[in-house]
């Protein structure tokens, strides 16, 4: 993967493009001697949502009426967002992730340097861009903080930079643009490389964006089932057993049709401390065979189709599968992608979509990982499509995990059932104890050890999650299942 600084923005004088690592040069690619644009060649994977994560301060009133530098940038992406067909821009206002140059997730900063190099004696602004073959997989855009920065239309202020100018021309070089004026073309576009009184997109800045962006696949929409839809499961990942486990059934006489997904780093943005780094995620069926593994989702030869479905994961060094799967039981292992850098654990997340396109369904699913203490709980999520309510038994178990060979198996797991609003429905120490474990029972489903936890509830329609942990703040491997009481289809 190269890395390079894609564009300096000047406000006096030409810079050229400046490489952080060895690249064969830079692509210009007047489409037509006419176009007043060029293209770096690159772009993003046709139908990405491409989340850039804004950390541009707080609170701060504007000339314009922007509220902060955060809410001018969120307006520049959604001005480009007007003319893209098959990529959008997704801002994250006051985003809590740390910027890093190397996390694969594209980050808009104010800072004194550039990841530590150091700007140009002018540059306002610098666009870091790594690339893959013909793909971008991140971009982060820096804002010189040792200039004056407001927000305001019209003729430049003397000693004042308007950011939402300088925003609108860096997120031009996030979609892939380029300068025309240093391509040799005299027309009037903000893609231009000099900042001037010119404040908004041109007929020529809009005609590149969709070059690169008209043409694609159509968006896919999966198809509502009342089905269990959603399945995710979110636990502290470690080597060896300790890695994230999730194992589901699709049932029925005809495929289901599925995305999993295995997200680590970019869940710091969701505040989650020590997210996994670089997660990968590998597909096996029951008879223990691997059958599909991926890395870096962008490399996947489904990757289209997966942004297709808006199923893209935010960062590039998440992983994902789109798969279709008959009548089984498969298993998927989510753990850390050995980079030589030594950083294997973290907390992941493993997740089942089930795209409802055909008559099969994935129609339980568990997951085994290592529940810690505080706010490391093992949480799994599912969505109960309507419009019906639908039985489920929802188990922790723990200490039954031992006569599988399991090491430091849970001692003793709880588990709380909570709606899509966090209140608590229903909360569990020794499945016996509950008021339905008859119900538990009934099914066939009753844990093997009075310590482990279960419940049987009606739900409607809506999201659900279960949060394991362990009585007492004890620790261990912990599995948390949802199995699907309603008849499977035929």
């Given at each position: ?148 920065w407001d927000s ?8 004042v930079e308007d ?257 899509a609003s966090g ?68």
């Amino acid at each position: 993967m190269d890395r390079l600084i894609f564009h300096v923005f000047s406000g006096k004088k030409l810079l050229k493009i400046t490489f952080l690592a060895a690249f064969g040069g830079a692509v210009l690619l007047p489409l037509e001697d006419a176009a007043g644009y060029t293209l770096d060649g690159r772009k993003w994977t046709t139908n990405r949502t491409v989340v850039m994560h804004l950390s541009l301060g707080g609170p701060q009133p504007l000339q314009d009426g922007s509220a902060s530098f955060n809410h001018s940038a969120a307006t520049a992406l959604q001005t480009w967002n007007q003319h893209l067909a098959h990529m959008q821009f997704a801002p994250v206002i006051a985003s809590p992730l740390p910027s890093d140059k190397s996390d694969a997730d594209n980050s808009v900063l104010f800072s004194s340097t550039v990841f530590g190099d150091a700007f140009g004696n002018t540059t306002l602004a610098v666009t870091v861009i790594a690339r893959r073959d013909t793909t971008y997989s991140d971009a982060d855009v820096v804002f010189n903080n040792r200039y004056v920065w407001d927000s305001y239309a019209g003729p430049r202020q003397s000693g004042v930079e308007d950011f939402h100018r300088v925003a609108l021309h860096e997120f031009g070089h996030v979609l892939g643009l380029n300068h025309p004026d240093q391509a040799g073309q005299s027309v009037s576009a903000l893609m231009n490389s000099r900042i001037g009184n010119l404040d908004s997109l041109t007929g020529d800045d809009i005609a590149g964006a969709r070059a690169i962006y008209d043409a694609g696949p159509p968006y896919r929409t999966s198809t509502p089932t009342a089905n269990l839809v959603n399945l995710s499961t979110r636990a502290f990942i470690g080597t060896g057993e300790k890695v994230l486990i999730g194992g589901f059934i699709v049932q029925g006489s005809q495929p289901a049709t599925l995305v999993l997904r295995g997200i680590g780093n970019s869940l710091g943005a969701r505040g989650i401390r020590n997210p996994m780094r670089d997660p990968m995620m590998e597909l096996f069926n029951a008879s223990g065979t691997r059958i599909a593994v991926n890395d870096d989702w962008i490399d996947s030869t489904d990757a289209e189709t997966i942004a297709s479905y808006r199923l893209d994961p935010s960062s590039s060094l998440e992983s994902a599968l789109y798969r279709s799967l008959t009548a089984g039981a498969y298993t998927v292992i989510v753990k850390s992608f050995d980079n030589g850098d030594g950083i294997l654990t973290g907390t992941g997340l493993v997740e089942l979509f089930d795209l409802g396109d055909t008559g099969g369904r994935a129609g339980n699913i568990s997951a085994r990982g290592e529940v810690l203490g505080l706010d490391d709980a093992m949480i799994a999520g599912f969505i109960v499509g309507g419009p019906q309510s639908k039985n489920v038994v929802v188990r922790a178990i723990g200490p039954s995990l031992s006569s599988s060979g399991i090491n430091g198996a849970l001692p003793d797991p709880t588990l709380e059932l909570r709606d899509a609003s966090g209140g608590l429905i229903a909360s569990n120490n020794d499945w016996q104890t509950d008021p339905q474990a008859s119900l538990v029972q009934s099914a066939g489903l009753a844990p093997t050890r009075t310590q482990e936890a279960a419940l049987h509830r009606n739900l409607p329609a809506g999201a659900y999650t279960a949060i394991v942990r362990g009585a007492n703040n004890s620790t261990g491997i912990g599995l948390v299942e949802v199995y699907d009481l309603s008849p499977p289809p035929n």
